[in-house]
């Protein structure tokens, strides 16, 4: 498990407009990762998952940045390369409001090529 690696993902499919691809992902882990094992592996696992789940009630327009921003904060346990989870924080809460509003995304509906990227 890499979840550090998980939200690299997303947030590259977010930007590129590729939604149903970060989705995909999303789900496909949250599956994987629906019965954790006990401890402090499991702990890891579940926190995790309550990011995941947080990034699609964000693309779903559920909840705000703030809010996004807190689950963020209460759930992230991750080592980043720069070891400044803060940031790291901040950063990709921008890019996936960033891509809500670009792309339009209240899914399942967005538009992908709002911009006239293609």
């Known amino acids: 498990m890499n979840p550090l690696y998980d939200l690299y993902v997303i947030e590259s499919a977010l930007l590129s407009g590729e939604v149903d691809d970060a989705v995909k992902l999303i789900e496909k882990k949250c599956n994987i990762y629906k019965n954790p094992a006990s401890g402090k592996n499991g702990e890891k696992i579940r926190k995790h998952v309550k990011v995941m789940e947080a ?63 293609l």
């Open 55 to 117: 990034v699609m009630e964000s693309l779903k327009n559920s909840i705000g940045i703030e809010e996004f921003m807190k689950i963020m904060n209460d759930n992230y346990s991750y080592s980043t390369e720069d070891g400044n989870s803060e940031k790291f924080i901040q950063s990709f809460s921008y890019m996936v409001f960033y891509s809500i509003d670009r792309y339009n995304i209240h899914y399942p509906a967005y538009d992908g090529k709002r911009c006239g990227d």
